[in-house]
């Protein structure tokens, strides 16, 4: 999120009404100057972590950078109260974000809440020299989702695959066929029962599995040929798990199914093309140290 301040001129003098000419006078803000470019937040190292890479002259280099941007459809004057309204509305805050991408120069941008894929990023990134792949979120009114970008110059996309979160849901499904093909029905009147209960359950009861996992959260890996210095594959992955704090179980169901779902792509990777990929994982964990996940 980003934002500008907005700087205006002086209102202009009113003139006072003469007692022979009465005139209607309208006054509104205006401002001549151009918005004030967003500060480029500084890089700093974690102490001594990159110690060992800095001391190696011959090693593989690029930068890549996680950015939660969010999306515009979350953009809400009431959650946001310390941004000036101008600096919400979409206009202003793509030139914004397009501007500190840009001023970034990063080999690869993991996005997350990118909800102007076709419409804006695509061609504007292109026209910053990168390529990008994307996921929508699952959900019908879901607009936003995860995307990858980054420099063919630098990197060759192999292959990628998609991280739909709501495929628990289907394991759920599936185990519960399984125990239902076990049972035996004694009665019609029993199914019918059975159906009565299951229309009566509420579609947004967070005590059934069913309803609680379906979050329509997602993620994206890919596997890139990085030929400078030498070749070698590095698999990126780029996500977003569910926000929140009070379905901490949802989180860690969703980041055991993402790490799964990761070492069965490194394997992937590994047998094709016989080597030892590098994995890098970013996204929005909706984590910070202390919580339950």
């Known amino acids: 999120m980003f934002s500008t301040t ?3 001129l002086p209102r202009p003098n009113l003139l006072l009404p003469s007692s022979r000419v009465c005139r209607k006078i309208v006054s509104r803000r205006m401002s001549t100057n ?7 937040r500084k890089f700093e190292s974690v102490e001594g972590a990159d110690i060992d890479l800095r001391s190696k002259s011959d090693g593989i280099r690029f930068r890549l950078v996680s950015y939660n941007i969010l999306a515009q459809v979350y953009v809400k004057s009431a959650l946001l109260p310390h941004s000036p309204p101008a600096c919400l509305k979409w206009k202003a805050r793509s030139h914004a974000i397009l501007s500190v991408l840009k001023n970034l120069q990063a080999d ?7 909800d102007e894929y076709d419409s804006f990023y695509r061609n504007n990134m292109d026209s910053l020299g990168y390529s ?15 995307a990858i970008f980054y420099k063919p110059s630098c990197a060759e996309l192999v292959t990628k695959e998609r991280i739909e979160y709501n495929d628990l849901v289907d394991s759920i499904k599936a185990d519960s066929v399984s125990c239902s093909e076990q049972k035996i029905e004694t009665s019609n009147e029993g199914k019918g029962d059975e159906k009565a209960k299951d229309s009566r359950k509420d579609s947004r009861d967070l005590n059934d599995p069913l309803v609680r996992l379906k979050r329509d959260c997602v993620g994206i ?4 040929r990085i030929s400078k210095p030498f070749q070698h594959i590095v698999i990126v992955a780029n996500t977003h798990l569910y926000w929140d704090p009070e379905l901490a179980d949802v989180k860690l169901a969703q980041a055991k199914y993402l790490l799964s779902r990761l070492a069965q792509f490194k394997t992937l990777i590994s047998d094709e093309f016989e080597c030892i990929p590098s994995l890098l994982l970013a996204g929005d964990f909706n984590s910070i140290p202390g919580d339950m996940v």
């Open 6 to 8: 907005l700087h205006h």
């Open 34 to 40: 151009p918005a004030i470019e967003p500060k480029v």
């Open 108 to 114: 690869f941008f993991c996005l997350q809440e990118v």
């Open 132 to 146: 990008g792949i994307y996921i929508q979120r699952t959900g019908q009114r879901k607009r936003d989702g995860c």
């Open 221 to 224: 890996m890919a596997a890139f």
